[in-house]
C-alpha cells in the first residue's frame, strides 16, 4: 500500500498547493478576461489569446482558432474542469493544453489534439474515466505534466511522439487498461509512478533511456517482461513488480542491480553480435531467426533485434543473415 499511499499524497499537496497559491499554467493576475458567444477569453502577457471557458450547453465542443482576426493559442487552465463534455476538437495552431483544464471531465470520450501542440500542464486530463483514445502520436509534444492522464482508467494505448523530451511523474498513473505504450526515442528519464497500476504487458525502451524511477512500471501484474538496454545507469526503488522478468545483457548497469536485488526472474545475455535467438552462440539457428523475421513469421523481440543487426546499420535485412553465413563459414561453424 506504500506506493498507492505516496502517488495519492503527492496528488493531493499538488493540488492544494496549486489551489493555494492561484497557479495552473499560465495563469497570473495580470490576465485579463472577456466573453464572446460561447466562450469566455483570456489575454495573458504578450497579448495571447486562450479559450478560458465553455459557457455553452452543447456536449460536443470544437474550439475557435480565431477570434477577430486574432489566432487563439491555447485551452487555458480549468477551461473544462468538471464538465460533462463529451468530446472536444482542439484546431491547429494550439500550442497548450492548461494545468486541470479536462481534470474531472467523467464523461469526455474523445479529444482531437492539433499537430501544433507542445505542452500538456498538470492533471489536465485527470480523472477522464471514459477516454478511451488520444492521438499525441501525429502532435509536436515536448512536455507531459504531472500526472496529466491520471486516472484515465479507459485509455487503451499511448503512443507517444519523438519530440517529447518531458514526462512528469505520475503522468499516466491508474491508466488501468493502458495496454500499449510506445516511448520517444530520446527519452532520457522515465520518472517516479509515471506508468503505475497499468494493463501493460511488454514495455520496449529505447536506448536513449538512463534512468528509471522509483515506481515508475510498478503496480503491473500482467507485465511479465522488460528488456533494459545498456544505456540505463540507474533503477529506482520498486520500479518493477517482483514478478516482472527483466532481461539485459552480462556487464551492464542493469545485470549488476539484478544480481543486487537477487532477481530470480531476470534473464542475462551474453552480448554476442549476430546472436538473433539469444543462446549465446553464432551458429545457423540465428540466420533462420532472422529469416523468420524478415519473412514475418515470428517477429524478434527488442535484444533480439539489437544483436542480429550484425551489420550495425540500425536496420534488419537480409544483409544481416548473410553477414552470419559468411562469418560461419570462415570459422567452419
Known amino acids: 500500500m506504500r506506493p498507492l499511499k505516496k502517488i495519492c499524497a503527492a496528488l493531493l499537496a499538488a493540488v492544494t498547493a496549486l489551489t493555494a497559491l492561484h ?28 479559450v478560458a471557458k465553455y459557457l455553452g450547453d452543447s456536449s460536443e465542443v470544437e474550439l475557435p482558432q480565431t477570434l477577430g482576426g486574432r489566432a487563439v493559442v491555447g485551452v487555458y487552465s480549468r477551461c473544462f474542469e468538471n464538465t460533462a463534455v463529451v468530446s472536444v476538437t482542439i484546431p491547429e495552431g494550439y500550442t ?15 479529444v482531437d489534439l492539433p499537430s501544433t501542440l507542445k505542452n500538456i500542464g498538470i492533471m489536465a486530463f485527470n480523472g477522464c474515466e471514459t477516454l478511451e483514445s ?57 520518472p517516479e509512478y509515471a ?24 503496480g503491473n501484474p500482467a507485465l511479465t517482461r522488460v528488456f533494459l538496454p545498456e544505456t540505463v545507469e540507474s533503477i529506482g526503488s520498486a520500479a518493477f513488480d517482483g514478478s516482472t522478468a527483466i532481461y539485459c545483457f552480462e556487464n551492464s548497469p542493469a545485470a549488476e542491480y539484478c544480481a543486487e536485488k537477487g532477481l530470480e526472474n531476470a534473464k542475462v545475455f551474453a552480448s554476442v553480435v549476430g546472436d538473433a535467438n539469444l543462446d549465446g552462440r553464432l551458429n545457423i539457428n540465428d540466420v533462420t531467426a532472422i529469416q523468420r523475421h524478415l519473412a514475418e513469421y515470428e517477429r524478434l523481440w527488442q535484444p533480439e533485434l539489437l544483436l542480429a543487426d ?23 561453424i
Not at 497548450?96 to 474523445?110: E, I, P, R, T, Y
Not at 507531459?144 to 517529447?164: D, Q, R, V, Y
Not at 514495455?203 to 536513449?208: E, K, Q
Not at 550484425?310 to 567452419?332: K, Y
Open 310 to 332: 550484425s551489420d550495425g546499420d540500425g536496420e534488419i535485412t537480409v544483409e544481416d543473415a548473410t553477414r552470419i553465413q559468411m562469418i560461419l563459414a570462415e570459422f567452419g
Open 195 to 218: 506508468f503505475y497500476n497499468t494493463a501493460l504487458t511488454d514495455i520496449v525502451l529505447p536506448a536513449s533511456v538512463t534512468a528509471l524511477e522509483g515506481g515508475c512500471f510498478g
Open 96 to 110: 497548450s493544453v492548461g494545468s486541470f483544464a479536462f481534470s474531472g471531465c467523467a464523461d469526455l470520450q474523445s
Open 134 to 190: 488520444v492521438d499525441l502520436a501525429n502532435t509536436s509534444l515536448e512536455a507531459i505534466g504531472f500526472a496529466a492522464f491520471n486516472n484515465c482508467s479507459s485509455l487503451k494505448a499511448a503512443e507517444l511522439p519523438g519530440t517529447l523530451a518531458s514526462i512528469g511523474e505520475n503522468a499516466f498513473c491508474n491508466c488501468t487498461s493502458l495496454q500499449s505504450l510506445t516511448l520517444p526515442q530520446e527519452l532520457a528519464t522515465v
Open 23 to 50: 497557479i495552473g499554467t499560465l495563469t497570473t493576475h495580470a490576465d485579463t478576461f472577456f466573453d464572446e458567444g460561447d466562450f469566455r477569453y483570456a489575454v495573458t502577457s504578450g497579448e495571447r489569446l486562450w
